[in-house]
């Protein structure tokens, strides 16, 4: 019940990884043509779920923080950022690490209260981390921070994979999401997004070797020519078994269709909340997974947790979420767990 976290691998993750070490044993230094044709297939993957009709426009990276950074070194001066209190711990930490360093100038609001109108960089979730609200406004705000002047990053995480998404369609600057959750792609499977046009004339210092025109050259021209489109936003030498491992949790859920997955999610939660009156998150105005507040939230997981069934508190929200491999007992078991240390919690 906690497939909003840590998402549960297809089998075939393993052979590929396990593929791609075999590789690294084999070939040596010729490992990289695989392990290079895996991080393609990855941008194109990721492209298709989101609708971008560029694959280098998605940029990989080992997390969403490392895309919201390369975003802010990459805006002149000191730029002014609008974002949210409800943005997940990383992305709040680094936009208030900046600030305290002088970097940006910040201010943060309740997300129903964002005001796009006077900022450079607006930084928003689609779907809120601790309660799984849904920002319903979003070609409204987008539209009107476009209007001022700013640019617009969108925080996907809780989104793609989870309901249909279309970033050229939104006309979101930047996105930033992985493949940790609901996508069953493990940690460091992460990307940026940075849309069709701005990719090719923006530029970050958050660069490396193979930002370059022609890396494998090792030309050093003045000044530093970059690369084409989204390969000028890669770093250095990268990672490469996240791509990997992140495959087959993309076309298990592309050839599912995110639709499909949808309208399963929602008649889940709709009757994990009939069994769990307390519960919040039925309906289409909610991402994948329910929540109980509760102000000891942290001890009610554990004590769930200590009874086999896997759930998370961010806060005072108890976060519940089933998945395709999520039976109707298993829904009926955590519901009646959750039920009686309530019951138990509110006796005492």
């Given at each position: 019940?906690a497939n ?6 297809p089998?075939r993750?393993?052979e590929?990884?396990?593929a791609?070490?075999d590789?690294w044993?084999r070939d ?7 392990w290079?044709?895996a991080?393609?297939?990855?941008r194109?993957?990721?492209a298709?779920?989101l ?14 923080g490392?895309g919201?950074?390369?975003v802010?070194?990459a805006?002149?001066?000191?730029p002014?950022?609008a974002t ?10 680094i936009?208030?690490?900046?600030r305290?360093r002088?970097?940006?100038?910040l201010r ?5 209260d ?7 960089l607006?930084?928003?979730s689609t779907?809120?981390?601790?309660t799984?609200e ?5 070609p409204r705000?987008?539209?009107d921070?476009?209007a001022a002047g700013a640019l617009?990053?969108l ?9 249909p998404?279309?970033l050229?369609?939104l006309?979101a600057?930047?996105a930033?999401g992985?493949s940790y959750k609901?996508l069953r ?5 992460c ?9 090719d004339?923006m530029?970050t ?7 370059k025109?022609?890396?494998f050259?090792y030309?050093r021209?003045?000044p530093?020519e ?6 000028a936003w890669l770093?250095?030498?990268p990672p ?7 495959l087959a949790g993309?076309?298990?859920?592309l ?11 929602l ?11 307390r519960a919040?998150?039925v ?6 997974f ?5 102000p ?5 997981a554990?004590?769930?947790?200590a009874r ?7 806060g005072?929200y108890l976060?519940?979420?089933p998945?395709?491999?999520t039976?109707e007992?298993d829904?009926e078991?955590a ?10 919690k509110?006796?005492?």
């Open positions: 019940m909003h976290s840590l998402g549960r691998p089998d993750m393993a590929d990884v396990r791609a070490l590789a044993y040596m230094d010729g490992a990289w043509t695989a290079l044709e991080r393609e297939k990855f194109r993957l990721t298709q779920l609708r971008v009709p560029q694959a280098d426009c998605i940029i990989p990276k080992t997390s969403a490392q919201l950074r390369a802010l070194n805006l002149p001066g000191k002014r950022v949210t209190d409800g943005e997940f711990d990383s992305i709040d930490f936009l208030r690490v900046y305290d002088g970097r940006i100038e943060m609001t309740p997300w129903r964002l005001d796009p109108t006077d900022a450079t607006v930084v928003l779907v809120m981390f601790r799984g849904v920002v319903k406004h979003l705000l987008i539209h921070a476009h617009v990053m925080d996907v995480y809780h989104h793609a994979g989870v309901m998404i279309d050229k369609a006309g600057d930047f930033i992985g609901y792609g493990g940690p460091g499977a990307w940026l997004y940075v849309r069709p046009g701005l990719v004339s530029r210092i958050d660069t490396g070797w193979y930002a025109k022609y890396p050259l030309a021209p003045e530093p970059f690369g084409t489109g989204g390969d770093e250095s030498t490469v078994l996240p791509c990997v491992q992140a993309l076309e298990l859920t050839e599912l269709g995110v639709k499909r997955l949808r309208e399963y999610s008649a889940q939660k709709t009757m994990l909340c009939d069994l769990l009156p919040s998150g309906g289409a105005d909610y991402g994948a329910v929540t109980v507040r509760h000891d939230a942290v001890h009610l554990q004590e769930i947790e086999g069934i896997k759930v998370d508190a961010r005072e976060r519940l979420c998945d395709i491999l039976s007992y829904l078991r519901a009646a767990t959750v039920r009686a240390l309530l019951a138990a509110k006796s005492r």
